[in-house]
């Protein structure tokens, strides 16, 4: 378990997560490649806390913060995602077209 | 920390595989809720890694966070996707090759990144305790961080419920919160709900006209009866 | 205590458990109903016997895997939540320094084991079940974590043992008076009973487990059991003083506190599961967010002020 390791590891999950924000069509499966990718954050995060600064507090701090982004993400981006659905019944990115060229 | 691999090198690959397969499998599968609960599972993996690093509240707090958060995911997957238990195939995505060629594209440039900089060697102490330092750095040092992250928070909850409100901000919720139609543009499944209460708080002024005309023709005919 | 003796303990004492709380179940029904109770200690293991032979139900299209590991993960959340618990002043089982945190991550999975049980049969009172859990099962665990960081506070770390030994002069009991109280009321809803039984109740004809029979059935309602054991057990480690006892002997006769006092409060889970008024789900969230987690603020605070140097 070195930090390469763990950063390769990190960087396969922040990967998958950046396919599936850009392949999925539905809202919530978009939200859910987010959430992969900011997994591989916190993984990354931690790894450099435990590898790479001796246990600096702010690592761990840091980590909090991101978990912190990941609910204030998942909450604004559900209530939008209802917000737009009772609006314009759009459920999917290929149906929200009003600035397509 | 003579063999060639020990266990927390054994766990930790595997804790690694299960964290990206599920990942994989989390936009490979068609039932919906089981997408949501991989996810969950590739938390896990993720949060005993960090476990095996020596952080124990971080790696706990990750699955506490984490269960809580795939739960209402799934309840959000139930109400915005169309094949929430995977009864049938299906394959919602849009510009695939693309996709592929950007995650790969991200994953072999971190890799890169990572292999070729030269990264600090700096372990932490087996014995440090974790949770004090976190505690004693979150209300002391980085307190102003801490309390700007919770009034961040409070402002998500205030937000997200403002914009979900049943009395929305570009007016009532109710109209637009009906199922799609079985086609494009079509009614939806089920009994569909009373329009006109409705109609009556947008359209109010409308209704005098149509009733007018009536009137005046029975005032013309009542003229040209008598 | 070596790790084999400690695992044939907990396993021991959920077994245990789980038959005490069975047996608790029908004296109280016995004595809300006034009917004579029949056979009380063998009546549990029949009937878990009769539901071993019956026949496995299945519906159409059901998730099989999930339907399968539901039960399963609920009952090694309860393992875990036993394990968690220190059984004499040398350690538990599990002894981390987040023990309390992990627990708030067992109460988590308790609800997605529930959802997941409700979900997998493709059933509509099931589904309910598992979706009016889902809605009142998570408030309850915010107000059941601000209870266990205010029992946090006066032991200045969130290890179960450390919280043990800052009872040893005043139990958190009579320190905190909120706390036990407010946490009950999460051992109802972690056990489906009582006013908290959104997921399991009779009016929707057995809930989430509406369509199960057979061994799944059997293994449902003994991992429901179980984790009445766990709750206890952590109510009684966090809030009784856990193995802590009289002055005499406390090493050895550790293990036997701590199983008194898990019986009390598991007494004390069964009473308010027969006796507190059930309400429909809206009144609940209502009274969940405006009154009980109110409440735990202000046991919070008052946790704060006094631990405060």
Same mark, same amino acid.
């Given at each position: 378990?070195?930090? =390469?390791?763990?950063?390769?590891?990190?960087?396969?999950?922040?990967? #998958?997560? %950046?396919? &599936? /924000? @850009?392949s =999925?069509q539905?809202f919530?499966?978009?939200?859910?490649?987010?959430? #992969?990718? %900011?997994? &591989? /954050? @916190?993984?990354?995060?931690?790894a450099?806390?435990?590898?790479?600064?001796?246990?600096?507090?702010?690592?761990?701090? @840091?980590?909090?913060?991101?978990m912190?982004?990941?609910?204030?993400?998942?909450?604004?981006g559900?209530?939008?995602?209802?917000?737009?659905?009772?609006q314009?019944?759009?459920?999917?990115?290929?149906?929200?077209?009003?600035?397509?060229? | 920390?003579n063999?060639?691999i020990?266990?927390?090198?054994?766990?930790?690959?595997?804790?690694?595989?299960?964290?990206?397969?599920?990942?994989?499998?989390?936009?490979?599968t068609d039932?919906m809720?089981?997408?949501?609960?991989?996810?969950?599972?590739?938390?896990?993996?993720?949060?005993?890694?960090?476990?095996?690093?020596?952080?124990?509240?971080?790696?706990?707090?990750?699955?506490?966070?984490?269960?809580?958060?795939?739960?209402?995911?799934?309840?959000f997957?139930?109400?915005?996707?169309?094949?929430?238990?995977?009864?049938?195939?299906?394959?919602?995505?849009?510009q695939?090759?693309?996709?592929?060629?950007?995650?790969v594209?991200?994953?072999?440039?971190l890799?890169?990144?990572?292999?070729?900089?030269?990264?600090?060697?700096?372990?932490v102490?087996?014995?440090?305790?974790?949770?004090?330092?976190?505690?004693?750095?979150?209300?002391?040092?980085s307190?102003?961080?801490f309390?700007?992250?919770g009034?961040?928070?409070?402002?998500?909850?205030?937000?997200s419920?403002?914009?979900?409100?049943?009395?929305g901000?570009?007016?009532p919720?109710?109209?637009?919160?009906?199922?799609?139609?079985?086609?494009?543009?079509?009614?939806p499944?089920g009994?569909?709900?009373?329009?006109n209460?409705?109609?009556?708080?947008?359209?109010?002024?409308?209704?005098?006209?149509?009733?007018?005309?009536?009137?005046?023709?029975?005032?013309?005919?009542?003229?040209?009866g008598? | 205590?070596?790790?084999?003796?400690?695992v044939?303990?907990?396993?021991?004492?959920?077994l245990?458990?789980?038959?005490?709380?069975?047996?608790?179940?029908?004296?109280?029904?016995?004595?809300?109903?006034?009917?004579?109770?029949g056979?009380?200690?063998?009546?549990p293991?029949?009937?878990?016997?009769?539901?071993?032979?019956?026949r496995?139900?299945?519906?159409?299209?059901?998730?099989?895997?999930?339907w399968?590991?539901?039960?399963?993960?609920?009952?090694?959340?309860?393992?875990?939540?036993?394990?968690?618990?220190?059984?004499?002043t040398?350690?538990?089982?599990?002894?981390?320094?987040?023990?309390?945190?992990?627990?708030?991550?067992?109460?988590?999975?308790?609800?997605?084991?529930?959802?997941l049980?409700?979900?997998?049969?493709?059933?509509?009172?099931?589904?309910l079940?598992?979706?009016?859990?889902?809605?009142v099962?998570?408030?309850?665990?915010?107000?059941?974590?601000?209870?266990?960081?205010?029992?946090?506070?006066?032991a200045?770390?969130?290890?179960?043992?450390?919280?043990v030994?800052?009872?040893?002069g005043?139990?958190?009991?009579?320190?905190?008076?909120?706390?036990?109280p407010?946490?009950?009321?999460?051992?109802?809803?972690l056990?489906?009973?009582?006013?908290?039984?959104?997921?399991d109740?009779?009016?929707?004809?057995?809930?989430t487990?509406?369509?199960?029979?057979?061994?799944?059935?059997?293994?449902?309602?003994?991992?429901r059991?179980?984790?009445?054991?766990?709750?206890?057990?952590?109510a009684?480690?966090?809030?009784?003083?856990?193995?802590?006892?009289?002055?005499?002997?406390?090493?050895?006769?550790?293990?036997l506190?701590?199983?008194?006092?898990?019986?009390v409060?598991?007494?004390?889970?069964?009473?308010a599961?027969?006796?507190?008024?059930?309400?429909?789900?809206?009144?609940?969230l209502?009274?969940?967010?405006?009154?009980?987690?109110?409440?735990?603020?202000?046991?919070?605070?008052?946790a704060?002020?006094?631990?405060a140097?």
């Amino acid at each position: 378990m070195t930090l =390469q390791a763990l950063l390769i590891v990190a960087s396969a999950l922040i990967g #998958l997560g %950046l396919y &599936g /924000v @850009l392949s =999925q069509q539905s809202f919530v499966m978009l939200m859910m490649g987010f959430e #992969l990718i %900011l997994n &591989g /954050v @916190l993984l990354m995060t931690m790894a450099f806390w435990s590898f790479g600064s001796a246990g600096a507090p702010k690592g761990q701090l @840091l980590a909090i913060l991101v978990m912190a982004v990941m609910a204030l993400e998942m909450a604004i981006g559900f209530a939008l995602v209802t917000a737009v659905y009772r609006q314009r019944q759009a459920d999917t990115t290929e149906a929200l077209d009003t600035l397509k060229h | 920390m003579n063999d060639l691999i020990s266990g927390i090198d054994i766990a930790f690959w595997a804790l690694a595989a299960i964290a990206v397969l599920s990942g994989w499998r989390v936009f490979a599968t068609d039932s919906m809720v089981r997408a949501s609960f991989l996810l969950l599972l590739s938390f896990m993996a993720v949060a005993g890694i960090m476990l095996l690093l020596a952080a124990p509240y971080i790696g706990v707090a990750t699955i506490f966070m984490m269960a809580v958060e795939m739960m209402v995911m799934a309840v959000f997957m139930v109400m915005f996707m169309m094949n929430p238990a995977g009864l049938n195939p299906m394959s919602m995505v849009h510009q695939q090759p693309l996709a592929i060629g950007a995650g790969v594209v991200a994953f072999i440039g971190l890799s890169a990144a990572v292999l070729t900089s030269p990264l600090p060697d700096q372990p932490v102490a087996a014995d440090h305790r974790a949770i004090h330092a976190l505690g004693i750095e979150m209300l002391g040092d980085s307190m102003l961080i801490f309390e700007s992250a919770g009034v961040a928070l409070l402002s998500a909850m205030i937000g997200s419920v403002i914009l979900s409100s049943r009395s929305g901000r570009f007016g009532p919720a109710d109209p637009g919160s009906r199922p799609p139609g079985l086609c494009e543009g079509g009614l939806p499944a089920g009994s569909v709900p009373d329009e006109n209460k409705n109609h009556g708080m947008g359209h109010g002024m409308q209704h005098d006209t149509p009733n007018a005309a009536p009137q005046d023709t029975h005032g013309a005919h009542g003229a040209q009866g008598s | 205590m070596n790790a084999a003796t400690a695992v044939g303990a907990t396993l021991l004492l959920m077994l245990g458990g789980a038959w005490l709380v069975a047996v608790f179940d029908r004296i109280a029904a016995a004595l809300v109903a006034r009917r004579p109770v029949g056979s009380l200690w063998l009546g549990p293991l029949q009937s878990g016997a009769s539901l071993l032979v019956s026949r496995t139900n299945q519906t159409e299209h059901p998730d099989a895997l999930n339907w399968a590991l539901a039960p399963a993960l609920y009952l090694v959340l309860a393992f875990v939540g036993v394990a968690l618990v220190p059984f004499s002043t040398s350690g538990a089982l599990v002894d981390i320094p987040a023990g309390i945190v992990l627990w708030g991550a067992v109460e988590s999975l308790t609800v997605v084991a529930v959802f997941l049980h409700g979900w997998s049969a493709n059933a509509l009172f099931p589904l309910l079940g598992a979706y009016r859990y889902v809605a009142v099962g998570l408030p309850i665990m915010l107000v059941s974590m601000f209870v266990l960081i205010a029992a946090a506070l006066p032991a200045q770390s969130l290890a179960l043992g450390a919280i043990v030994q800052s009872q040893a002069g005043l139990w958190n009991v009579v320190r905190q008076p909120l706390g036990l109280p407010l946490f009950l009321l999460l051992g109802l809803s972690l056990t489906l009973r009582g006013p908290f039984n959104y997921a399991d109740s009779a009016d929707l004809a057995g809930g989430t487990d509406a369509e199960r029979s057979g061994p799944p059935r059997a293994v449902w309602q003994w991992a429901r059991l179980s984790m009445a054991v766990s709750f206890s057990a952590m109510a009684a480690t966090v809030f009784l003083g856990g193995p802590l006892g009289p002055a005499w002997g406390t090493a050895e006769l550790g293990p036997l506190w701590l199983t008194l006092k898990t019986a009390v409060v598991l007494a004390l889970l069964v009473a308010a599961s027969h006796l507190l008024a059930r309400m429909p789900p809206s009144r609940m969230l209502t009274l969940l967010w405006t009154v009980l987690l109110p409440l735990s603020f202000v046991g919070l605070v008052a946790a704060g002020i006094e631990a405060a140097p």
